[in-house]
């Protein structure tokens, strides 16, 4: 087994290094990274001096992330010339969908109502009476309606409101990209796997997940730089965009807990509490009905496309009317899998892979996957897993679904039947399953033997998005119980050590 290799100066009494450590090129690590560097002249020489030139990583991950942007915008071009109004089926085979437009008029924005304070009539929403999102997304919808001016007609109006909440989700993207780069302060070329996803540039414009996205990773690298305040008040307020940043929280509580940080983990806790409280409980108090409405789609939502669920009521022909009771139980489950992984893994896991793991969890037991949920795990997959293989392996799994569902709705929305039928559509739900499951045991086998995970393998790394966690020594581990000499061990300063990692010993020098 290999050995990591020793760092090169020494840790403060802190426990953090004392100088930057240089930074990872994929291309000395990536057989995928170095085969694709081809294109661009081959991989960078021993000599290559990285960010001394205009090109920094930062501003090229950020380009050719806006060109991947760019790319799904023109991919939506055939809905947008006529796909939307004409018909289900058009923007069905184009797979160029999107709840944008059609939310404009549905959700009485085009009316002038006011998202959770106005009862939206039956006419206009078919029976929703009040906007089903939770009030940070509401209010950037809201703001994108305000901007939407000019039209002569309806149609023009829901071409010009998605146009509008386009590019103000591609400042959205721009600030996902910026924070995973600079997430891991050594690893920046890491943020190639978010810009480059096919993923990112089919479903970005689909819904509004990317404002909750962007947030969510600020939030990450907040608590990168020891910042656990900011970074709960982004996550709390990336929360009051979206539920799921919330589970965040839950790794934080274990990997705090096993460090003894519990300071940290109380700030961001509190922090997370009182920005989505102030987000909150005003609205909730002006109206209950309205505010409540997105919890309460949510409990009541049956079983729908892209679930697990889905595919066993077809295959059984019942119906799942206790979907919520049985997701659940599987949660519960799953995430007391991941706290025994947090508690009794040989070496702490890093942040970002606990966070990818409750995440997916959340995804694959949940009742319905819509396609735009991709994004919440694309920038966490890059953070836990920097491996171009197992990444693109994924990604192909869910470009496949991407079309999978936009087939399937083809087919049943045309009397000619042409498209995905059902049982195609269950290989493609499959395909996301085991897609997303397989990039979950990659992350697992990485936090059991960190010797394969390629974050730890460059420059003897611990966990440089664990802000106060990084190169923290344990406090608590369930393995502390049985071999109580771990917790003694991990507290040697790193600098004077050589870790065989996955084996829970510690050789010095």
């Not at 991989?43 to 090109?55: I, Q, Y």
């Not at 998605?162 to 721009?174: D, E, I, P, R, T």
């Not at 690893?187 to 909750?212: C, E, F, K, S």
């Amino acid at each position: 087994m290999t050995s990591a290799p020793t760092a090169r100066n020494p840790a403060p009494r802190s426990g953090r290094p004392s100088a930057a450590p240089p930074v990872v090129r994929p291309t000395d690590h990536d057989e995928v990274a170095t085969a694709a560097s081809e294109v661009a002249g081959g991989p960078a020489g021993r000599r290559a001096v990285s960010g001394t030139g205009w090109w920094t990583p930062i501003r090229t991950v950020v380009a050719l992330a806006l060109a991947m942007y760019t790319l799904g915008m023109l991919q939506k071009l055939p809905c947008l010339d006529g796909g939307w109004f004409s018909g289900q089926t058009a923007q069905y085979v184009h797979a160029c969908y999107s709840d944008i437009p059609h939310l404009y008029h549905g959700r009485g924005f085009a009316d002038g109502f006011v998202p959770y304070l106005d009862r939206i009539p039956d006419r206009i929403s078919g029976g929703m009476d009040y906007l089903e999102y939770p009030v940070l997304t509401g209010a950037f919808m809201y703001l994108a309606a305000t901007l939407t001016v000019g039209g002569d007609s309806l149609q023009q109006d829901e071409q010009i409101y998605w146009v509008v909440n386009a590019g103000m989700l591609l400042v959205c993207a721009a600030v996902l990209i910026v924070c995973v780069v600079r997430t891991h302060r050594n690893r920046p070329w890491d943020g190639m796997l978010v810009a480059l996803a096919p993923a990112l540039a089919l479903t970005a414009t689909i819904n509004w997940d990317l404002l909750a996205v962007s947030m969510t990773a600020a939030g990450m690298l907040l608590w990168s730089r020891s910042r656990p305040l900011a970074a709960g008040v982004l996550i709390g307020l990336a929360t009051a965009a979206k539920l799921y940043p919330a589970l965040l929280l839950g790794p934080l509580l274990l990997l705090c807990w096993r460090a003894g940080r519990w300071g940290a983990f109380g700030r961001a806790a509190g922090g997370a509490a009182a920005s989505w409280a102030v987000v909150n409980v005003p609205v909730m108090l002006l109206s209950w009905e309205g505010w409540s409405k997105f919890y309460r789609f949510s409990q009541e939502r049956p079983v729908d496309f892209g679930s697990l669920w889905l595919i066993l009521q077809q295959r059984t022909g019942r119906t799942f009317d206790d979907a919520n009771v049985y997701a659940t139980l599987l949660m519960v489950l799953g995430c007391a899998g991941i706290a025994a992984l947090a508690l009794c893994a040989p070496r702490r896991p890093r942040f970002a892979q606990l966070a990818f793991l409750v995440v997916a969890l959340f995804v694959l037991t949940n009742k319905v996957y819509s396609p735009q949920y991709v994004l919440w795990l694309i920038p966490l997959a890059a953070l836990a897993r920097p491996k171009w293989r197992d990444f693109l392996i994924w990604q192909s799994c869910e470009a496949l679904y991407f079309l999978g569902i936009w087939m399937y709705l083809a087919y049943n929305g045309s009397d000619k039947h042409q498209g995905l039928p059902e049982d195609g559509y269950q290989l493609v739900i499959a395909a996301h399953l085991l897609g997303t499951a397989y990039l979950c045991a990659m992350v697992v086998r990485d936090a059991l033997r960190p010797e394969h995970d390629p974050v730890r393998r460059d420059d003897g790394s611990d966990d440089p998005g664990g802000g106060v966690l990084d190169r923290a020594p344990d406090a608590f581990s369930l393995t502390s119980l049985t071999r109580p000499s771990v917790l003694q061990r991990s507290a040697v300063p790193v600098a004077r050590t050589a870790v065989h990692w996955g084996t829970g010993t510690t050789l010095r020098e």
